[in-house]
């Protein structure tokens, strides 16, 4: 589906453009410590979120990297509900065949929200970096 991928590309582009704000403490987002990647280049990251209070859409994002600290792979977007329970989130997208290889990554998962009217601006509720494994799918 284009929306997942799109949605992941357009969300690090805002992460990378806009003010870091101070999520509240209770707000968590965490990774696992595995994913999956299959031989055609599917990638698979999953965790926990927690978050209060959104008034417009809100989005567990997420980014995996591995060869190169500059180049990272968004990963899907999943729909947040902000209800201040702990959730399950699983986000899944396609990487160029061999740009991950099984083993060690750095995965960076976010949970935001788009706040206002005409142009929505990002509100961050949490964000994590982990280093986890991802291992062959199968």
Known sequence: MFL?????AATLLLLAAAPVATAD???TVTVDPTGTLAAD????LSGTYRCLGN???????SSVGQKSASVRHGIGGT???CDGAEHRWENTGKVDTGAL???????EATVMELQGGGLPLPRFHAAQQQDVTLTPEG
Request: a negative charge; charged letters at 10%.
């Open 101 to 107: 290889e099984p083993g060690a990554a750095h995965v």
């Open 41 to 44: 280049g599917t990638v698979t």
């Open 55 to 61: 008034s417009g859409p809100a989005f567990v994002s």
């Open 4 to 8: 997942r991928p799109a949605l992941a």
């Open 79 to 81: 729909s947040a509900v």
């Open 25 to 27: 403490p209770y707000e």
